[in-house]
């Protein structure tokens, strides 16, 4: 199997940055792509920013500009910096992987258990 474990959320104001982690471990054989879901209350949850193995990214419109994400490949490690934070921002936010464990190697994916952030005004 394969854990996720996300780090680094909290409270800021309006206009702050908060940096998120997020750790793979556990039987991996290989990750394809990592991202970021966040889902606020009453809403579903939504795609902030993807990165594939490669290191091509993706990011929703509402975060382009602000929030970048990164990964190192041989740490299995993903990182969201995200700055100009704004109250819309608060969520509580997951980290996501599709990967390979050693065990089944069938891709599936993967969720970690979320970490909030939350932004005021």
């Known amino acids: 199997q394969v854990q996720l474990v996300e780090s680094g959320g909290g409270l800021v104001q309006a206009g702050g940055s908060l940096r998120l982690s997020c750790a793979a471990s556990g039987s991996i054989f290989s990750i394809n792509a990592m991202g970021w879901y966040r889902q606020a209350p009453g809403k579903q949850r939504e795609l902030v920013a993807v990165i594939t193995s490669g290191g091509y990214t993706n990011y929703a419109d509402s975060v382009k500009g602000r929030f970048t994400i990164s990964r190192d490949n041989a740490k299995n490690t993903m990182s969201l910096q995200m700055n100009s934070l704004k109250p819309e921002d608060t969520a509580v936010y997951y980290c996501?992987?599709?990967?390979?464990?050693?065990?089944?190697?069938?891709?599936?994916?993967?969720w970690g258990q979320g970490t909030q952030v939350t932004v005021s005004s």
């Open positions: 996501h992987a599709e990967a390979r464990s050693v065990a089944t190697m069938m891709l599936t994916n993967y």
